[in-house]
């Protein structure tokens, strides 16, 4: 299961790179907004910030919502670094965006999936990685892990290749879950991440040995 950080946080992506177990990162336009990013000259020059962190895929979304629009935008966004991957929402017009850029060469995230028929369009129009948010599910009262789970169904049925990179995860649990169901991919806060070495018997073990290491020296 690979791990991507979702956020534009420099620091944190540093500090998740710098754990050895980071391979890439997704960003989307509230989150450029979070750090104060504003403008395009700016938005592009964070990317290549980004893509000089860290070594895996670096997700930067289009702000057009009509076909021409993206493509433009997307065209842009990928001949900043070979590491960039376009975001491009599930919408009519990102379908047939998501389909040009396979067309073309250019890798592709479908963001915004919050539903298997969604993710199975995704996957026909080529789309490297397929997002659906699963937190934001969950806050609906919808059991966002389930999505999860047919869409890994739906794809091992045909042997698409689309990855699943499981989105709006908020928790450790999140991360576990779709590790069990088969995601390809997680992305969540550096919290989620970090939260993972936790556990209370590794912490008074630890203690222990320590002390225990001490008595006899
Ligand atoms: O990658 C999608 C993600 O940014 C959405 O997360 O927490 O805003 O639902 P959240």
Redesign the pocket.
Known sequence: MKFFI?TANLDQIREAQDLGVLDGV?T?P??MAKEGIKGKNNILKHYVDICNIVDGDVSAEVIATDFEGMVKEGEELAELHPQIVVKVPMIKEGIKAIKYFTDHGIRTNC?LVFSAGQALLAAKAGATYV?P?I??LD?ISTDGLELIADIRLIYDNYGFETKILA????HTMHVINCAKIGADVM?G?LSSIEGLLKHPLTDSGLKQFLEDYKKGN
Do not use: V, Y
Request: net charge neutral; aromatic share 6%; charged share 25%.
């Open positions: 979702d997704t989307n509230s989150l963001t997002s948010f937190g934001r806050d989105a709006s995860i908020r992305t806060p």
